[in-house]
């Protein structure tokens, strides 16, 4: 996994007390892991951020985040300090993907109160922000193939422009084995939405989610326990899809982050059978 490692001393070095570790790419699309003192209170660009009892917390920026961030901490003594974060600036590519069934690309009236209730699902299922540290295990990929869609990207569906694609797209055969990248909680098990065909998505901790779609079959349940590597689903071609891939994506309390940036380059193949 790259790393971004930076240390702020949060005082000046004679009055120095306390200190915040951040790792990770500071840039559009990514995930921070934040170490600080007991007690410690963090806020995000005006968001109140779950510090664990411990010091951890993670921070996120969005695909759009601006060049600067604020970083405020207060100390359980009433001190106050802010701290600006450089986010790097990324352009982003346009993909063109023809051949989707209309249908999938302008719903009927119909089909609208589905994907209402397929939305309102996803969001309840992300909206879970305990206080577990599943997310100090690390990360890896859930699939190992050709990356055939990345984050970020406009895209243009059969002519249409849509909204951005915010995750990784991984292709490979329907029934690949897919396994959960890191520890965490099934919130969502979803045989058919609309857009996503099968959708599983669990929690790894402090409002941090993985959301995978277009699945053939899912083999957790809601509410069930899972170990990183842990074989959780099949990979698919349901929804709204050309062919059989998965579509791997992170949030964190509302703000959708890349899982490339968590996990690194896609380790090959070959080197991931010999095991």
């Not at 971004?4 to 559009?28: D, M, R, W, Y």
């Not at 969005?62 to 901490?73: H, I, K, N, Q």
């Not at 249409?160 to 897919?178: E, F, L, M, Q, S």
């Not at 309390?253 to 095991?275: F, H, I, N, Y």
Request: proline share 7%; with cysteine.
């Amino acid at each position: 996994m790259r790393i971004i490692f930076l240390l702020f001393l949060l005082a000046a070095p004679a009055l120095c007390t306390a200190s915040v570790q951040l790792q990770g790419e500071f840039i559009q699309g990514g995930l921070i892991f934040g170490k600080t003192e007991p007690g410690v209170q963090i806020t995000h660009d005006g968001e109140n951020v779950p510090v664990s009892s411990a010091g951890d917390f993670l921070i996120g920026f969005t695909r759009d985040a601006p060049a600067e961030s604020t970083l405020v901490v207060r100390y359980p003594d009433g001190r106050e300090e802010e701290h600006k974060l450089r986010v790097a600036q990324r352009k982003y590519d346009i993909q063109r993907i023809d051949g989707l069934p209309p249908r999938k690309v302008t719903p009927r009236e119909e089909d609208l109160k589905r994907i209402k209730a397929d939305r309102l699902a996803v969001k309840k299922a992300r909206a879970r922000t305990d206080d577990r540290l599943d997310f100090l295990h690390g990360f890896d990929w859930p699939v190992t193939g050709r990356i055939s869609g990345v984050y970020g990207s406009q895209r243009i569906l059969n002519g249409k422009p849509k909204w951005p694609h915010y995750g990784v797209d991984i292709a490979g055969p329907v029934g690949t084995p897919v396994r959960a990248p890191g520890d965490g909680v099934v919130t969502l098990a979803h045989p058919d939405m609309f857009y996503s065909g099968a959708t599983l998505i669990m929690d790894h901790g402090h409002g941090l989610s993985s959301t995978f779609l277009h699945l053939n079959r899912i083999l957790v349940k809601e509410g069930q326990a899972v170990k990183k590597g842990q074989v959780v689903a099949e990979m698919g071609a349901s929804g709204r899809v050309t062919g059989p891939h998965l579509d791997w994506r992170m949030n964190l309390r509302g703000k959708r982050l890349d899982p490339q940036l968590v996990v690194g380059p896609m380790p090959s193949q070959r080197a991931e059978k010999s095991k």
